[in-house]
């Protein structure tokens, strides 16, 4: 059996996703398998994957989902490796990198590395404005919640039975479903930094998360669900109260669109994790009125 199993979603990317393969076959590490599961793509990387050799590739030819969390928990569950690897179709390892993190992780623990933005081309992004140097071992849980850390798919390597112990993905989960595991795993394990630039990750127009109203709801579902599971009443006052601000975010857009009665829906729900809090109340107030104040333009 491999040691360690790549786990590889897909849909109609054939482009990138031959870049993303080709990524793992240049790892100095040569103990892997790559498990595919394509989500019902089109002929042309249905085509392409047909040309990997099956003594290292397996594919998953699946019915077309939508769903990222179904597809990669099929993944999963094919997995045969020790250590399981995540890679989206449009992102890229450094072929050191599964030899670095395979000599850092301990048993049933888990590790991430270092990253950097390229472009749709390959070129690199130089950031905004610089990142917080803030990579840190050990208990991160609270730094995941409160978004101070963020751990990017492509750059963890994990024991293959803590990420099926904490349940995999999350199917209901749409958005925000790999900082939601991270959590998950965060909760039974500490972590490892690899404090190496190991991963590269595309920045592109094509990328599933660009429906803002669903991406926020993602997030309102995931604080909502972490707030019981939080080890402390301070981290679980915490979701809530995100939970309660990202409905205002939700209720806001909505109202860009002009629909009063999603607007009326997100607050609703909304209201008994906020009902305590005077701001949230004029803030859902001006939520209400403004999409009124919209359409009389």
């Known amino acids: 059996m491999p040691a360690i199993s790549v786990i590889l979603p897909t849909f109609n990317r054939a482009g990138l996703l031959r870049q993303s393969v080709e990524s793992v076959f240049a790892q100095t590490c040569n103990d892997w398998e790559l498990v595919i599961a394509d989500d019902g793509s089109n002929e042309e990387t249905r085509t392409y994957l047909r040309t990997l050799p099956a003594s290292r590739v397996r594919i998953l030819w699946l019915g077309h989902s939508g769903n990222p969390s179904r597809v990669r928990n099929a993944a999963l569950a094919a997995a045969r490796g020790e250590f399981v690897a995540f890679l989206d179709s449009d992102d890229l390892w450094l072929p050191n990198k599964l030899e670095r993190q395979l000599a850092a992780i301990r048993a049933n623990g888990w590790c991430y590395c270092l990253y950097e933005h390229i472009d749709a081309s390959g070129a690199r992004i130089e950031p905004k404005r610089p990142r917080?140097?803030?990579?840190?071992?050990?208990?991160?849980?609270?730094?995941?919640?409160?978004?101070?850390?963020?751990?990017?798919?492509?750059?963890?390597?994990?024991?293959?039975?803590?990420?099926?112990?904490?349940?995999?993905?999350?199917?209901?989960?749409?958005?925000?479903?790999?900082?939601?595991?991270?959590?998950?795993?965060?909760?039974?394990?500490?972590?490892?930094?690899?404090?190496?630039?190991?991963?590269?990750?595309?920045?592109?127009?094509?990328?599933?998360?660009?429906?803002?109203?669903?991406?926020?709801?993602?997030?309102?579902?995931?604080?909502?669900?972490?707030?019981?599971?939080?080890?402390?009443?301070?981290?679980?006052?915490?979701?809530?109260?995100?939970?309660?601000?990202?409905?205002?975010?939700?209720?806001?857009?909505?109202?860009?669109?002009?629909?009063?009665?999603?607007?009326?829906?997100?607050?609703?729900?909304?209201?008994?994790?906020?009902?305590?809090?005077?701001?949230?109340?004029?803030?859902?107030?001006?939520?209400?009125?403004?999409?009124?104040?919209?359409?009389k333009r």
Not at 154 to 179: I, Y
Not at 188 to 217: K, Q, W
Not at 220 to 247: D, F, G, I, N, Q
Request: hydrophobic share 45%.
């Open 132 to 295: 917080p140097r803030h990579f840190p071992d050990g208990q991160v849980f609270e730094s995941l919640l409160k978004l101070e850390l963020a751990i990017p798919m492509p750059t963890v390597f994990a024991a293959r039975s803590l990420v099926t112990s904490a349940g995999g993905f999350d199917e209901q989960q749409r958005f925000g479903e790999f900082h939601d595991l991270c959590l998950r795993l965060a909760m039974n394990s500490p972590v490892i930094a690899v404090r190496e630039t190991l991963c590269r990750i595309r920045t592109h127009g094509d990328h599933y998360s660009a429906d803002r109203v669903a991406a926020h709801m993602s997030w309102m579902r995931l604080y909502e669900k972490m707030a019981p599971l939080a080890p402390t009443a301070h981290l679980r006052s915490h979701c809530l109260r995100m939970r309660s601000v990202t409905a205002l975010n939700v209720a806001w857009l909505q109202g860009n669109s002009r629909d009063h009665a999603a607007v009326w829906s997100t607050l609703k729900k909304a209201a008994r994790f906020s009902w305590r809090s005077p701001r949230w109340w004029y803030a859902a107030l001006k939520a209400i009125v403004r999409p009124h104040v919209l359409g």
